[in-house]
């Protein structure tokens, strides 16, 4: 598969690393649950790096420093403003990386993923976004002998799918989130390249 939906958009600015087209086809053709969720767990270390970043005022908050674990990030985050329900849904989300990093052949049981599915569901409501379960991923393609190959995957198909639904579902609404408190505080930002930057004030 070489495609996703009917058309791209180019994402610049702040959120390059997030929107990044590549790393989204390649989580949504794999079969490797332990590697889709790694994945998620740095695009939403991306949020938290452009949030602590822009609040703070600064190009990298955390470039200076050797490491910083997500944990220690999400709780500087939250002290910056960031919303209690989305501190919870990156909680959850850390928690179950971190068994697949550290537990040999860890897969990611029915419960595991309907609670962090019930916490990114929970979370943003005003973004009016599906639900995990009733939210559906078409793409299309060529595959190798050049026919084109359209699929849909839905809640279910499998652990790696259901984690990258969660995983667009919850950049959807964190990128949401993050447009409305940067505008709400006067916070420039670049979403779409090759658009003016915002200049956080609500827009007519």
């Known amino acids: 598969m070489n495609e996703i939906g009917n058309s791209h958009i180019a994402v610049g600015g702040e959120f390059t690393k997030i929107f990044d087209h590549e790393t989204f086809l390649s989580m949504l053709n794999s ?19 452009i949030w602590c970043s822009k609040i703070a005022g ?30 919870r849904a990156f909680g959850k989300l850390n928690v179950t990386r971190n068994k697949y990093s550290h537990r040999l052949n860890f897969k990611a049981s029915p419960g595991d993923l309907e609670s962090l599915s019930t916490l990114i569901d929970n979370s943003v409501p005003e973004a009016q976004v599906l639900s995990c379960c009733e ?15 359209h699929q849909v995957h ?16 919850l950049t959807i609404k964190a990128t949401f989130w993050m447009q409305e408190e ?20 609500p827009q007519p």
């Open 31 to 49: 079969t490797d649950e332990a590697g889709v969720a790694l994945k998620f767990h740095l695009i939403m270390e991306e949020f938290l790096n």
């Open 58 to 87: 600064v190009e990298d908050l955390f470039s200076d420093l050797e490491f910083v674990p997500f944990k220690t990030k999400l709780q500087i985050a939250k002290n910056l403003g960031m919303g209690s329900d989305l501190f």
């Open 135 to 149: 939210f559906v991923i078409e793409s299309s393609g060529l595959d190798q002998d050049g026919v084109r190959v």
């Open 154 to 169: 839905g809640w279910s198909s499998s652990s790696s799918k259901n984690l990258f639904i969660m995983c667009a579902l």
């Open 182 to 201: 940067f505008n709400k505080r006067g916070i420039q930002y670049t979403l779409i390249a090759g658009l003016p930057q915002h200049d956080g004030q």
